[in-house]
Nanobody
Framework: QAQLVESGGGLVQAGGSLRVSCAAS????????MGWFRHAPGKEREFVAA????????NYADSGKGRFTIAADNAKRMVYLQMNSLTPGDTAIYYC?????????????????WGQGAQVTVSS
């Protein structure tokens, strides 16, 4: 059984918006935070955003600041990434990730479990 399942990817025109969602298994109950990463062809995997399950701590990569918003619903074990003003440069597979249990650890290196990814394609 997959522990992290992404949904909501797709094709959108430049300037448009898209929301990707992630359902987290109860097996990840002990994780402190959830995050999103992306991997574009020919590039290394890149941190996008992260949020603690209680929502009191967030972290964004510069590439998404002002355009992307991460949100978590602890009761539903769901995490969302709202992406606005998308550009072709945002085209990538977007991966949901769960951190370890240590409170306050929300940097890109703190994530240990990964979903299968959702393709986001932005056309020009």
């Amino acid at each position: 059984q997959a522990q992290l399942v992404e949904s909501g990817g797709g094709l959108v025109q430049a300037g448009g918006s898209l929301r990707v969602s992630c359902a987290a298994s109860e097996r990840l109950f002990s994780s402190y935070a959830m995050g999103w990463f992306r991997h574009a062809p020919g590039k290394e995997r890149e941190f996008v955003a992260a949020i603690s399950w209680n929502g009191d701590k967030t972290n964004y990569a510069d590439s998404g600041k002002g355009r992307f918003t991460i949100a978590a619903d602890n009761a539903k074990r769901m995490v969302y990434l709202q992406m606005n003003s998308l550009t072709p440069g945002d085209t990538a597979i977007y991966y949901c990730a769960a951190s370890g249990p240590v409170p306050g650890r929300i940097s890109s290196a703190d994530f240990v479990s990964w979903g299968q990814g959702a393709q986001v394609t932005v056309s020009s």
